[in-house]
């Protein structure tokens, strides 16, 4: 009797080809594992040139590979990173072609707060070593802007508030910019809303704002994800119009915050960093507006007390003629006196020196005293002249200072001289008594006036002790 176990025992049993044994595998497979959850931690994720990505799951025993659908990947609200851990969650299948199964990943989920924690930090640790949180590129904010631009959600009471808050400080005008501000597609709509803001032009039908306002309420750390993605973070540290980062509440901090030019803890605080209170600044320029008018009226009376005393020290026009004609004229008298009293003691030496000489010597000496008369004679004459032009020189100055001085000049500038009917100038509106006839001389001519009324006269001021006139410029 023979072994039927033996591999020479003929078997009834059908056989399969490889591919309808793969195929029945397949189908085992997917009808038993329709849909799963699978945790673990990504690995070597790869995409290529189709747009699909590949990558494995794996934990400290085990690994399974995964594929996600270009499609798909498209609408996940994260991104495969080599070490996330992630529950993915898809269907179970083979791959034939190289006998081996994986899962079709149809959706990610970080897990838990450790993994979101985890990798938030290490995407700080890449961004800040690229310089994209430096205080050296922040921009200062405007002091106060004319356009505001505001990336948020265009419902919800974010954006109530903060317009509520510019009207109560400073009404500005303000664009917003609605995005989603978390969920799929978040992150794209708000780093295109930033990039937006940066390409409009200062002046156009949109304007460009003079800064830009990110602004979301508070939410867990999932909610507020969007604003801790790469695309934002560097669209917010590229932008060149200066951003204010008002994310969730005090205690929330995203990656937006350090790449902005200034954090807000809340919307509402962002708008007051934004624009001062318009009432405050109408305080200052009115307190200014004091100062500075009491600082001219001040300057104004300094200005005239000192032209007063300026004028009270001209001396008077016709004392000085009188004493520089005094002067030229006992200068004349030296110059002309001077070659006849020089002739003389020349003539007198003369005499001397001839009696004194020997009779052999003296016609000698009188023709070299002749001579030296004769050179001394031209001497004293080209002395005179040279006297005399420097006098003239002197007069002719003397004349020049005395007509910058004079009344006439005065006149001449728009001013009038007020006199009255004997010639005495009236310096004050108490000596223009009622009915009197005065005359206004002006630069060209003489005008008679007569005085209709007078006005109340003012105090004079005390006369001085020491009985001395006071000259006038007029």
Request: aromatic residues 4%.
């Amino acid at each position: 009797m023979s072994d039927l176990s033996s591999p020479e025992t003929p078997s009834n049993a059908a056989a399969f080809t490889v591919t309808e044994l793969a195929a029945t595998l397949k189908r085992t497979v997917e009808d038993a594992f329709g849909y799963v959850r699978v945790r673990g931690e990504i690995s070597q994720p790869k995409i290529p040139g189709s747009g699909h990505c590949y990558l494995r799951l794996k934990d400290e025993n085990a690994a399974i590979d995964g594929i996600i659908w270009r499609g798909t990947l498209s609408r996940l609200s994260i991104r495969p990173e080599e070490g996330m851990e992630v529950i993915a969650t898809g269907k179970l299948t083979t791959y034939p072609a190289r006998s081996s199964y994986q899962i079709i990943i149809e959706s990610l989920e970080l897990a838990g707060q450790g993994a979101l924690l985890k990798l938030l930090e290490d995407r700080r640790k890449k961004l800040g070593a690229e310089g994209l949180f430096d205080e050296a590129r922040k921009r200062p904010l405007p002091y106060l802007p004319g356009v505001i631009g505001v990336v948020t959600s265009p419902t919800g009471a974010v954006i109530r508030d903060i317009l509520h808050r510019l009207a109560d400080r400073f009404p500005r005008r303000v664009i917003v910019w609605p995005v989603k501000v978390q969920g799929e597609g978040a992150a794209e709509e708000i780093a295109a809303a930033i990039a937006g803001f940066n390409a409009l032009t200062v002046g156009g039908d949109i304007p460009r704002p003079d800064v830009i306002i990110v602004a979301r309420g508070g939410g867990s750390l999932e909610d507020l994800w969007a604003f801790n993605e790469e695309v934002v973070v560097r669209a917010a540290a590229a932008s060149a119009v200066p951003l204010i980062a008002a994310v969730g509440h005090e205690t929330d901090w995203t990656l937006i915050d350090l790449a902005a030019d200034r954090r807000a803890p809340t919307p509402t605080a962002a708008a007051e960093m934004a624009v001062p209170v318009r009432l405050d600044l109408l305080a200052e320029v009115q307190q200014r507006h004091g100062r500075l008018m009491q600082a001219v009226m001040r300057t104004l009376e300094e200005r005239r007390i000192h032209l007063e005393g300026l004028v009270r020290g001209i001396p008077r026009l016709d004392m000085i003629v009188a004493q520089k004609t005094q002067d030229l004229d006992a200068l004349g008298e030296r110059l002309a006196e001077a070659p006849q009293r020089l002739l003389l003691a020349k003539g007198d030496a003369l005499l001397m020196l001839s009696g004194r000489l020997a009779l052999d010597r003296f016609t000698a000496d009188l023709r070299r005293h002749a001579v030296d008369l004769q050179n001394i004679a031209e001497r004293a004459t080209r002395a005179l002249v040279r006297s005399s032009n420097d006098a003239s020189t002197r007069l002719a100055s003397l004349l020049t200072r005395l007509e910058s001085v004079s009344p006439r000049r005065v006149l001449e500038r728009g001013y009038a001289l007020v006199r009255d009917a004997g010639g005495v100038p009236i310096t004050s509106m108490a000596a223009a008594a009622a009915g009197a006839s005065l005359k206004i001389e002006f630069a060209d001519g003489e005008v008679p006036v007569r005085v209709e009324g007078a006005a109340p006269k003012p105090a004079r001021p005390a006369p001085k002790k020491d009985g001395g006139t006071q000259g006038t410029l007029l």
